[in-house]
């Protein structure tokens, strides 16, 4: 009997030692809806985040005072909207504004960096933005966004280079972005190398009626071992060209 509470009490132990992450991924168009080619709704950006009720968010294509959208920062009004923290990483200077990549979190943000991805071929520069979020129970996870270049060549280049990172992270790492490629294409196998992605629930996330093609993930370092609770697109049609990608991670 003596040996059999043991047994529980080591099983409830575990169960209190795994924690459950709930992860986001939306390449927003900056907040122009591709069926009003003149508006900028932020509104229906932000409620996409908030309904789906998320620790931590990776956003793509997103504007800071830039004449298309409205002189806003949208990095700064969407962690006003959403009641998130934020680090917005720059891809592009454009006009007198930027364009780039933005992680928002529920949680306290406790480590921020930022690394322009390498681009063997002249195109627009990219970067990856990556976080370090302290979850309520005091442990740390990081996020890493990235919107990876249209062009193939630097999409190898910089999976290369984002595998390279990965080497440095012994904590549970989530790589999440617009990667611009197929599950078939070399560099979602390069990433295969070091991440893990969803191969059972996953779907298209473009175009957003009768989605076709798969471009944007959730993965995970291979380092920890971890479940996947849930995977799926969320059902917005309306706010961008993607559909939002959500997905439930159990570290173990």
């Not at 005072?65 to 920062?73: D, K, T, Y």
């Not at 917005?88 to 949680?107: A, D, M, P, Q, T």
């Not at 890493?144 to 595998?163: G, S, V």
């Not at 992270?169 to 070399?186: H, Q, T």
């Amino acid at each position: 009997m003596r040996y059999f509470i043991l047994f529980l009490s080591l099983c409830f132990s575990m169960v209190l030692q795994a924690q459950t992450v709930r992860i986001l991924t939306y390449n927003i168009h900056h907040a122009n809806p591709p069926s009003k080619p003149n508006v900028i709704d932020m509104e229906a950006i932000a409620k996409v985040i908030n309904e789906a009720k998320t620790d931590v968010v990776g956003i793509q294509e997103v504007d800071i005072n830039v004449s298309r959208s409205e002189m806003i920062n949208q990095a700064e009004k969407l962690a006003e909207m959403t009641g998130m923290e934020y680090f917005f990483s720059k891809g592009i200077n454009l006009e007198k504004g930027y364009y780039g990549v933005l992680i928002l979190s529920k949680h306290k943000i406790i480590g921020k960096r930022r690394y322009d991805l390498p681009m063997p071929v002249a195109s627009e520069n990219r970067s990856l933005a990556i976080v370090d979020v302290q979850l309520p129970d005091g442990k740390t996870i990081s996020l890493a966004n990235t919107h990876l270049d249209l062009k193939e060549e630097n999409r190898i280049a910089q999976a290369t280079f984002i595998n390279e990172l990965g080497e440095l992270y012994s904590k549970p790492l989530i790589l999440v972005g617009d990667l611009n490629a197929r599950p078939d294409s070399k560099p979602i196998k390069i990433l295969e190398e070091y991440f893990v992605r969803n191969t059972s629930t996953n779907k298209p996330t473009i175009p957003v009626v009768n989605p076709k093609s798969e471009i944007d993930y959730i993965m995970v370092l291979k380092n920890r071992e971890f479940e996947w609770k849930s995977y799926t697109t969320i059902n917005e049609t309306y706010a961008s060209d993607h559909l939002p990608l959500v997905a439930e991670i159990t570290f173990k």
